[in-house]
């Protein structure tokens, strides 16, 4: 070897080598001769690599005295820790129990932060209904603008699509007990009390929830949560009590909107395709809906409002500090969000059947 053994110059294959190893039957050993060599890099350890590589592959001793020392030292921690074959793939086994065992104490420690998530918002709250919370009423109105107004399109739209597939369902089945009129029932009954402030909910949680998340968040990864600690206001207060009020005023009436909407849906399929009168349809709806299952459906939908704001800035406050984090934690929002919404109409469900209501 001799001259400059950059990256920058045109350096000769390993294919001579290959064909001197591979070719002699007496080779013993393999080493060069360094003594006319200037300048090296990354280039010359390459090549050198390789034919260490050829080397063992032909049974043939490769020599590094004759190198430079620093190029031997570099040589001897390359070899000092060989490459673990499929290291990535490779995950070592966990025991059923440890992983039963994590999983518990994970879901522990997320309930307790919950839980504490949830008494900080409570005392913001509180804060606020004295006048000393640090609170601005401009980022409560912009955050209703996003969350109220803006969402009525997608709300409008799947609320619509749902009251059509009742009525669809259920004059189907009705028809057969030569109770069709009852669609109107079922409807009525089914959009108030459930798919109404359920579907509302869940959309609510896959458009705002995710959008607190996001946000939140992007200002744990640039530090601005941070900075306001820095400063002595509250990130609760300043960042999350507007946006939990802004849900809390909009879900009940979105859950309205959404009612009517699926009324509508309704009202279209069994007066065009039922034969139903209009007016029979609109005097059935009005039977069938009591004020209880009206409460009790715009409650559920302020409730759900709730758990949307906890679950959405709960997860953006905990996000991590990089990009990666912000799209784990929009995940878990929407999906946590989700989850509690269904299990908690489940108790719902379960408590207004206990009470006969």
């Not at 001769?33 to 049974?59: H, M, P, Q, V, Y």
């Not at 784990?328 to 108790?347: K, L, N, Y």
Request: aromatic share 8%.
């Amino acid at each position: 070897m001799a001259g400059d053994w950059v990256e920058q110059a045109k350096l000769p294959g390993i294919g001579a080598v290959e064909k001197e190893v591979a070719g002699a039957e007496r080779v013993t050993e393999l080493r060069f001769d360094t003594s006319g060599l200037k300048r090296w890099d990354s280039a010359l350890l390459a090549f050198l690599l390789r034919c260490i590589d050829l080397c063992e592959k032909n049974k043939v001793q490769f020599r590094t005295r004759t190198l430079p020392a620093d190029v031997a030292k570099l040589i001897g921690l390359a070899q000092a820790v060989p490459e673990k074959k499929d290291a990535i793939r490779q995950k070592a086994h966990v025991p059923m129990l440890r992983r039963l065992g994590e999983a518990g104490l994970a879901g522990w420690d997320g309930s307790g932060a919950m839980l504490r998530f949830i008494g900080e918002n409570v005392l913001a709250l509180v804060s606020l209904l004295r006048g000393r919370a640090q609170f601005r009423w401009s980022d409560t109105w912009l955050a209703i603008q996003q969350c109220g107004p803006e969402a009525l399109g997608i709300v409008a739209l799947i609320n619509f699509l749902i009251g059509l597939i009742l009525a669809f369902v259920g004059a189907t089945q009705l028809e057969h007990f030569g109770a069709s009129i009852y669609t109107a029932d079922l409807v009525a009954v089914a959009a108030v009390r459930e798919m109404g402030c359920i579907m509302t909910g869940i959309i609510i949680c896959g458009r705002t929830g995710a959008a607190f998340a996001a946000q939140l968040g992007t200002m744990k990864v640039s530090e601005e949560i941070e900075a306001f600690q820095t400063f002595g206001i509250s990130a609760i207060e300043f960042l999350v009590l507007p946006r939990m009020l802004a849900l809390i005023l909009m879900m009940p009436l979105l859950c309205i909107f959404a009612d009517a909407i699926g009324i509508a849906g309704g009202f279209l399929v069994s007066t065009l395709m039922l034969h139903v009168t209009p007016e029979l349809y609109l005097n059935r709806t009005i039977h069938a809906i009591t004020l209880t299952s009206f409460l009790l459906g715009i409650f559920k939908g302020a409730f759900f409002g709730v758990l949307i704001a906890l679950t959405g800035c709960l997860r953006g406050m905990q996000c991590g500090t990089n990009a990666a984090a912000v799209g784990q934690a929009t995940t878990s929002a929407v999906v946590t969000g989700i989850t509690a919404i269904i299990a908690s109409d489940g108790i719902f469900a379960v408590i207004c059947n206990a009470l006969h209501i």
